[in-house]
Nanobody, 125 residues
Framework: QVQLGESGGGLVQAGGSLRLSCAAS????????MGWFRQTPGKEREFVGA????????SYADFVQGRFWISRDNAKNTVTLQMNNLKPKETAVYYC??????????????????WGQGTQVTVSS
């Protein structure tokens, strides 16, 4: 059974940083690209960024503007999202997801087969 578990969410002031982690089990982690998405109530899930299976390619949403960084450790089956200079409007539940499309860092949520339960990020003004 595939499981993805996010951690590291919490409350941070505007301009602050958070580091989210996602631990995966039940899949050959190095064969999957990993993505991060976020969602607020009443809105569709939004792409944040993704990384290919080897970590050789990353992609980010336009709003990231160099503030976030995705990395992965295939030996530990983990992927992380480092977020800097956070803004109040980025308050959301953040999800990690896995896609077997290993060589593309897809922004399309329908490409992702497995999802974590999400971790809440709250940015106060």
């Amino acid at each position: 059974q595939v499981q993805l578990g996010e951690s590291g969410g919490g409350l941070v002031q505007a301009g602050g940083s958070l580091r989210l982690s996602c631990a995966a089990s039940g899949l050959t982690f190095s064969s999957y690209s990993m993505g991060w998405f976020r969602q607020t109530p009443g809105k569709e899930r939004e792409f944040v960024g993704a990384i290919t299976n080897s970590g050789s390619l990353r992609s980010y949403a336009d709003f990231v503007q160099g503030r976030f960084w995705i990395s992965r450790d295939n030996a530990k089956n983990t992927v992380t999202l480092q977020m800097n200079n956070l803004k109040p409007k980025e308050t959301a539940v953040y999800y990690c997801a896995a896609t077997p499309n290993a060589y593309a860092s897809s922004s399309d949520s329908t490409d992702y087969h497995y999802w974590g339960q999400g971790t809440q990020v709250t940015v106060s003004s």
